[in-house]
């Protein structure tokens, strides 16, 4: 257990607790030995701790925020033509945004402890109630259970085709994600992707037959809800993101993943088919619909 801790004479010390008796504990602060400290001289008692779900729930509305008002903005100029409204970009912005920050928010809150005040002199019984649920030992086991990450890293390479499209193209392409561990069975955060070839078009004017080559972009946020069978873990996987395709408009996915360790040293393979529809384009240039395959790994901390 990481704690801080101030003395009645105005001394702080900062370590881990290595023991505890009934009216003492030993603190062991760095390379020096480990300090005796009596429980009554104990002014003020702080653990170091993280939290996934407040950190959440500040970057969900942070993002929402600054997500509706960046959107509105960029659309402010197009509802002058009628092609779209401020106040459905200001929706999707926040949705978009909140997603994007609750991932940012959620991972910030894991991976950077704050001190947390579990005991202050006057407060009667909380001090005996840290006796009463003392550090236990930790275990001895070599290897560390999937719960004990906090946050992961993942690329893959993956092919990208249009459906429901009178041209329909195929592209290479890839994705990044970075995603807060939350528990055992969900992940939440934010992803890339890119993709070759898609929303290409050949196009006839004046008789001549030209080729207009585009390409998919997306920026969004992830969340994964997975289970565990054996070595095997499944799960369902659903975004919402920003895609520059034809034209730039929101976007949702919906898929499923397979994550396979095959070697016990190394990162899993994990294999991933998603669908990507659009929520809202330009009427002159509707953008496909789009199905990615992926295979890629990724590491955890």
């Not at 001394?11 to 009934?22: D, T």
């Not at 001895?140 to 993942?154: A, Y």
């Not at 919906?254 to 088919?273: C, H, Q, R, S, T």
Request: hydrophobic share 40%.
């Amino acid at each position: 257990m990481q704690v801080r801790i101030g003395l009645d004479g105005g001394q702080r010390h900062a370590g881990e607790v290595v023991r505890l008796l009934p009216d003492s504990l030993w603190l062991r602060t760095g390379s020096e030995p480990a300090l005796n400290l009596l429980l009554g001289d104990v002014q003020r008692l702080e653990v170091r701790k993280r939290s996934a779900e407040e950190g959440a729930v500040v970057g969900f509305g942070v993002g929402g925020l600054a997500g509706g008002i960046f959107l509105a903005v960029l659309c402010s100029e197009a509802e002058e033509s009628g092609e779209t409204s401020v106040g459905g970009c200001a929706s999707i912005g926040s949705l978009l945004g909140g997603l994007l920050g609750a991932g940012a928010g959620a991972l910030i809150g894991l991976l950077v402890p704050h001190w947390s005040t579990l005991y202050e002199k006057g407060d009667p019984g909380a001090l005996p109630l840290l006796l009463g649920e003392g550090p236990r030992p930790a275990p001895r086991e070599p290897e560390v259970s999937r719960q004990h990450f906090v946050g992961e890293v993942g690329a893959a390479l993956g092919l990208a085709q249009e459906r429901g499209s009178a041209q329909s193209n195929q592209g290479w392409g890839g994705r990044l994600h970075l995603l807060a561990l939350l528990g055992s069975h969900a992940a939440l955060g934010p992803e890339a992707a890119w993709y070759s070839t898609i929303g290409s078009r050949t196009e006839v004017s004046n008789g001549q037959t030209s080729r207009v080559s585009r390409s998919l972009f997306q920026l969004g946020g992830l969340l994964r809800l997975g289970t565990e069978f054996g070595p095997t873990r499944v799960s369902f996987l659903a975004g919402l993101a920003f895609y520059n395709n034809q034209s730039g408009h929101a976007g949702a996915s919906v898929g499923g993943e397979m994550e396979l360790p095959f070697w016990k040293d190394l990162p899993p393979l994990a294999l991933d088919v998603r669908y990507h529809v659009n929520l809202e384009g330009e009427p002159a240039h509707p953008d496909p619909n789009v199905l990615t395959l992926g295979i890629g790994s990724r590491l955890r901390w």
